[in-house]
Nanobody
Framework: VQLQASGGGSVQAGGSLRLSCAAS????????MGWFRQPPGKEREFVAN????????YYADSVKGRFTISRDNAKSTAYLQMNSLKPEDTAVYYC???????????????????WGQGTQVTVSS
């Protein structure tokens, strides 16, 4: 599976961005999709997950109510709509796919089998 993340950029606090993650190489609907981020000097952290059908989502407390994860299985693409952005949201954002084999935990990066290249999000105050 190849994942291509896009949509990052620089915005002021309170602004919005929408990240996209285009998948190829495998049936997209068989994969659980997640977004993670890595702030400068910190470890990669979970942001959001959506199940295969798009019927269930889960968020980190830090983004709940501000970010929305979604997917379009017909387009093999997952999205992360980010509103009310804060400077602490500054990070490299990664999309990931998993749940197609082996143990899987929607919040643990090590259990995702496929990763995109990352896209930078910078929020200024």
């Amino acid at each position: 599976v190849q994942l291509q993340a896009s949509g990052g950029g620089s915005v002021q606090a309170g602004g919005s961005l929408r990240l996209s993650c285009a998948a190829s190489g495998r049936t997209f609907s068989s994969l659980s999709m997640g977004w993670f981020r890595q702030p400068p000097g910190k470890e990669r952290e979970f942001v959001a997950n959506i199940n295969r059908a798009g019927s269930s989502t889960y968020y980190a407390d830090s983004v709940k109510g501000r970010f929305t994860i979604s997917r379009d299985n017909a387009k093999s693409t997952a999205y992360l709509q980010m509103n009310s952005l804060k400077p602490e949201d500054t990070a490299v954002y990664y999309c990931a796919a998993g749940g197609d084999g082996g143990a899987f935990s929607r919040t643990r990066p090590s259990t995702y089998n496929y990763w995109g290249q990352g896209t930078q999000v910078t929020v200024s105050s």
